[in-house]
């Protein structure tokens, strides 16, 4: 039920994918209180997850200019339902990605996840919309509370004066910003949300700092 | 449990909502085959949804130019978890009436919808992820077969040659298109589905039209 915890033994540490640990830091947090049973999210992915061809081929359609092109279709005003290659089960590779990293970093098997990731044209910024299931009953007012107090996390839940998490406003953070925050009325326990993350900060760089600050401070190295 | 039928005494036919009416015209023939218990949604909407103002916005965004705002941030590169205005149970206007709309179309009440409406930098076509959840079991091929007899529906659904709906390819169509059809592994009779369509035209006008067509078919007028 608890998140892996390292010591000197663990040689390797894989920085998680992108898209899955701003999702998970959002999660871990309300799973120890809630116990999560299943997650539905769909996501709208920068372009700076694939790289810097990608980030070329956005510029070069955005001015009109021919070149190299880091996906099949032009990304301009498009939205491509394909990140990374197709498996045999019909979801690709990122999406799988999500099932799997969610169980192995929050340390329980029994999260069940399914994913559609989707590259949309934004440069810096993975949102995603999160719709959670919860074995446990939960009060709106206490999981912003948990989310407020969760390192790493700031909740931008101010539907009146227009505060939600945008990538335009968490490009260059390296926090996880997490908004929208409501009871999915379908269906007993369940909670929508909507994440934001700068993929370049938290989804790689930050996180792999900050593992390393971990290791420094715990003594690990 | 069958969509409504109208009749002479109809006076007023709304032309729905452009982001229901796309999932509709897929769930529709779903539900009177395997009866639909619940659908959680997931927009990605064009700025044509909102009107010329919108286009202009992102326009000039693009162009570096200062202009009239349609929204209340800037769209381009952006994805903007707000469309229409926000309701007391914390959902917008927009994400409400994929709620009620669905149910009053297909006619049947017990149809359970939550839904997340974004706007993303796209114009012309709004996209749509989709988790089904069935009363009944379905063969996946099964499900393919009946969207691809469903008048208005063109199946997408190639990944091995990367065919499935895009904005960019959907532009001034009037079908709707579905792809990445495929089973939810995490619960019993559930599917995941991508759902694109020119709003502008199957939302909206080419919609009106054929209702018109209809009328004068069946003698309605």
Same mark, same amino acid.
């Given at each position: 039920?608890n998140a892996q915890v390292l010591t000197k033994q663990d040689k390797i540490i894989?920085n998680?994918?992108?898209?899955?640990?701003?999702?998970?830091l959002?999660?871990n947090?309300?799973?120890?209180?809630?116990?999560?049973? #299943?997650?539905? !999210?769909?996501?709208?992915? $920068?372009?700076?997850?694939?790289?810097?061809?990608?980030?070329?081929?956005?510029? &070069? %359609?955005?001015?009109?200019?021919?070149?190299?092109?880091?996906?099949?279709?032009?990304?301009?005003?498009?939205?491509?339902?394909?990140?990374?290659?197709?498996?045999?089960?019909?979801?690709?590779?990122?999406?799988?990605?999500?099932?799997?990293?969610?169980?192995?970093?929050?340390?329980?098997?029994?999260?069940?996840?399914?994913?559609?990731?989707? #590259?949309?044209? !934004?440069?810096?910024?993975? $949102?995603?919309?999160?719709?959670?299931?919860?074995?446990?009953?939960?009060?709106? &007012? %206490?999981?912003?509370?948990?989310?407020?107090?969760a390192p790493g996390?700031?909740?931008?839940?101010?539907?009146?004066?227009?505060?939600?998490?945008?990538?335009?406003?968490?490009?260059?953070?390296d926090?996880?910003?997490?908004?929208?925050?409501?009871?999915?009325?379908?269906?007993?326990?369940?909670?929508?949300?909507?994440?934001?993350?700068?993929?370049?900060?938290k989804?790689?760089a930050t996180n792999a700092v900050q593992i390393a600050e971990y290791l420094i401070e715990k003594n690990l190295l």
């Open positions: 039920m894989a998680p994918n992108c898209s899955t640990i701003q999702m998970v959002v999660l947090p309300l799973h120890k209180k809630y116990t999560i049973k #299943r997650v539905v !999210v769909s996501t709208y992915q $920068s372009v700076t997850g694939t790289g810097v061809k990608a980030v070329t081929q956005l510029t &070069n %359609e955005r001015n009109n200019v021919e070149g190299e092109m880091a996906y099949k279709y032009k990304i301009d005003k498009n939205a491509i339902p394909h990140i990374d290659n197709f498996l045999e089960n019909g979801y690709t590779k990122e999406e799988m990605k999500m099932v799997h990293e969610t169980k192995k970093i929050i340390g329980d098997d029994s999260i069940k996840v399914t994913a559609t990731c989707v #590259r949309i044209p !934004v440069m810096g910024g993975h $949102s995603e919309s999160v719709n959670i299931e919860f074995e446990n009953d939960f009060d709106i &007012n %206490e999981v912003k509370k948990i989310l407020k107090e996390i700031v909740v931008q839940d101010d539907i009146d004066n227009f505060i939600y998490p945008m990538p335009l406003t968490a490009h260059d953070k926090e996880t910003f997490v908004g929208r925050i409501r009871r999915d009325e379908t269906q007993p326990n369940t909670l929508n949300c909507w994440i934001v993350s700068d993929n370049l900060r989804g790689a």
